[in-house]
Nanobody, 122 residues
């Protein structure tokens, strides 16, 4: 099966930077679109950024100009560079892959990582 594991979360001061990584593992042939979501306490999970298999990116208005999503196709890894962090960025950040084709050419949809905590102090 396919597993996604996030890393790089932690505590940072407002104005600081953090880089999240998400590595997919398993019998993977290729991954379609990938993205980052976040969920703060008492709030709904929201989309932060996406990157397509072709490298096109999109961002939530709240993070435009501050966050950058990228991916390493050979390593099946997606990154989220977060700069100028604000207390309102505090949340659990989740990695997502919408569709993964396995080596035996099966498609697995809706793949999620367990999340990593990002806390921004003021």
């Amino acid at each position: 099966q396919v597993q996604l594991v996030e890393s790089g979360g932690g505590l940072v001061q407002a104005g600081g930077s953090l880089r999240l990584s998400c590595a997919a593992s398993g019998s993977i042939f290729r991954i379609n679109d990938m993205g980052w979501y976040r969920q703060a306490p008492g709030k709904q999970r929201e989309l932060v950024a996406t990157i397509t298999s072709g490298g096109s990116t999109s961002y939530a208005d709240s993070v435009k100009g501050r966050f950058t999503i990228s991916r390493d196709y050979a390593k099946n890894t997606v990154y989220l560079q977060m700069n100028s962090l604000k207390p309102e960025d505090t949340a659990v950040y989740y990695c997502h892959a919408d569709a993964v084709m396995t080596l035996d050419r099966n498609l697995k949809y809706g793949n999620w990582g367990p999340g990593t905590q990002v806390t921004v102090s003021s």
